[in-house]
């Protein structure tokens, strides 16, 4: 559980590590009709703080929790996007992040078992699989596009 915690802090080293990106690159699609590194970390905040207060809260002996309409949620990011610059989106996805450690650290309990839809997950499992996931396949999206 304390190696998900470290695992989930690695984001915020590596959203720290885009600090010096330029704008254009920054706000520039990373391949034709996909994101931005700005949308994606919009997006990835949003996952984050859905988790916090949907998900995480929630998850009891025999808890039955769901996802909500991706479309949606992807929606609000875009938008969410729009309302923020550079810096304050790598403040709002860090503290964000520092608060989800937080508050998995304080929920983790591999003998407590729920359900996302009909899969049968702990904490742990959770995070690993929707959030540790989830940030590498677009931390690899972002720095196959930086590195070009």
């Known amino acids: 559980m304390e190696q998900t915690a470290v695992r989930l802090r690695e984001l915020i080293v590596f959203v720290h590590s885009l600090e010096r990106t330029g704008f254009d690159q920054w706000h520039r699609p990373i391949r034709p009709g996909k994101w931005s590194i700005h949308e994606i970390l919009s997006h990835i905040w949003l996952w984050d703080t859905y988790s916090l207060e949907h998900m995480i809260p929630f998850m009891r002996d025999g808890a039955i929790l769901h996802f909500p309409n991706h479309t949606s949620i992807n929606g609000n990011a875009e938008r969410f996007a729009r309302t923020i610059g550079k810096a304050g989106m790598i403040r709002h996805l860090t503290e ?33 699989k929707y959030i540790l996931e989830h940030d590498r396949h677009h931390m690899a999206q972002i720095e196959a596009f930086v590195s070009h």
């Not at 929920?107 to 996302?116: G, L, M, T």
């Open 96 to 128: 964000t992040r520092n608060e989800l450690v937080e508050v998995y650290a304080a929920a983790s309990n591999k003998e407590v078992r729920f359900y996302v839809g009909k899969t049968r997950l702990d904490t742990d499992t959770y995070c690993r």
